[in-house]
C-alpha cells in the first residue's frame, strides 16, 4: 500500500462512519464484510453480531427479480421504493442501490435509503399539517366563549331539576369538558411558538413521567410497572423539560394502552442509549446535526393496525375507537422543536412496537445554532 492509500484509507473509513445512509460491504456470496454506523442502526444489530452472514437472512426482499440480480455481483442495481423486511425490525419502505468493486471480484458495496425512517425524521414544510390545523387555532377562541356559557347553564340547571334529571345535565358539562379539552390540544398542535430550551437531564423528566403515569394507575390491578433501562452515562440534550415529560406521558400511556386486554403479561420499557449514525441537516445553514441520544418506549401490545402505520403522526389518525388522534402529532411537534425526531417501528417477530425519540446533544445542538459543524 503506497503512502497516500494509507493517508486515505483512515479518512475514507471516518467519512463512510459519517454517512447517515446505510452502507454495506458484501463478499462473495453476499456475506456481510463491515457496516458503517447507519447500517447498524437500520438492521438493529452490531458488526460484531452480523459479520460473515449471509444478506438474505437479515434482508427479506420480496421481489425475484432484485434478488436474482443481487447474486450478480458484476452488474449494478438499483432499486427505489423496495418493500423489505428487516429481522427483528418489520416491514420497511426503501431505497437499495449495490455495485460492484473494482478489482475484488464478487465484492460489493451496498447502500440503503430507509424511506420509512425518512419520512419521521424528515424536515417539516408546514403544509399538509399545518393546514389541517389553522382552522381550529382560529376559531377556539370563538368556540370556547359560547362552551363556557353552556357550562355555566347547564351548572346552574342542575340545582334545579330532580335528581333522575341530574345525569342529563352531568352529560352536558362533561361533553362541554371533553370538546374544550379537544380544543385546547388542537391550539397546542397549532401553536407556532416554540418555548425555550435548555440543557436538561433526560433521566430527570423521563422518571417525573413514570411517576405521573404510575399515580394516575396505581389503583389498578393490571399496572404492573413500567421498566426503566437507562444508560447513566448519558450527557445532557438541549431540550424543554416540560415538554420532554409531555412527550414520554403520551408514549407510555399509548403503551399502556395498547396492552390492556392483549398481552398476557403486560410490559412496558422505557430505555435510554447512545445511537450513532443519525443526522439531521438544519434548516439555516444545512450543517449536520447528530442525535446521539435515543429513548425508546417499548410495549408488547399487539401494535398499530397495519394500514396506519405510516399515517400514525398525522392529525386525526388513530387506532383507538375513541381517539381523536391528536397525541402523536402533537408528540411529533414537540420533539421537532427540539431538534429531535421520532420514529414509530414493529417489530412482528418478537411481537414489539418501539417509539423512538431521537435527541442532539446539549453542546452540539449550542454549536449547529452558531454555524458551527460539531465534531
Sequence with gaps: MTQGAGTALP?????????PLAVVLLEPGLRIASLNPAAE????????????????????????????????????????ELVVGVKGMGGRRIDLNVAPISDMPGWQILTIHDNSATEALGDDSGGVDAAALRGPEIM????????????????????????????LTDLITGEVDRIADLIGRMQDLSRRTAPPVVPCNLHESARRAIDVIGAGRSQSPDFTGIVEEFDPSLPPVLGSPDALVQVIINLLSNALEACEGHARAPRVAVRTRFASGLQLHTATDGAPLRLPVELRVT?????????????????????????????????????????????????????????????????????????????
Design 11 to 19: 479518512e475514507a473509513i471516518r467519512v463512510l462512519a459519517s454517512l
Design 41 to 80: 442502526q437500520f438492521f438493529g444489530q452490531s458488526l460484531r453480531r452480523v459479520v460473515g452472514m449471509d444478506l438474505r437472512d437479515l434482508l427479506e426482499v420480496g421481489s425475484p427479480r432484485v434478488l436474482d440480480r443481487l447474486s450478480d455481483y458484476e452488474t449494478p442495481v438499483s432499486a427505489h
Design 140 to 167: 377556539a377562541h370563538e368556540i370556547k366563549n359560547p362552551l363556557a356559557g353552556i357550562r355555566g347553564a347547564a351548572q346552574l340547571l342542575a340545582r334545579k331539576v330532580a335528581d333522575k334529571d341530574r345525569a
Design 299 to 375: 410495549d408488547n401490545g399487539e401494535g398499530v393496525a397495519p394500514s396506519l402505520r405510516e399515517h400514525i403522526f398525522e392529525p386525526f389518525v388513530s387506532s383507538k375507537k375513541t381517539g381523536q388522534g391528536l397525541g402523536l402529532p402533537l408528540v411529533r411537534k414537540l420533539v421537532r422543536e427540539m431538534n429531535g425526531r421520532i420514529t414509530h417501528e414493529r417489530d412482528e417477530d418478537q411481537g414489539l412496537t418501539h417509539f423512538r425519540v431521537h435527541l442532539p446533544l446539549a453542546t452540539e445542538t449550542r454549536k449547529s445554532l452558531m454555524g458551527e459543524t460539531p465534531r
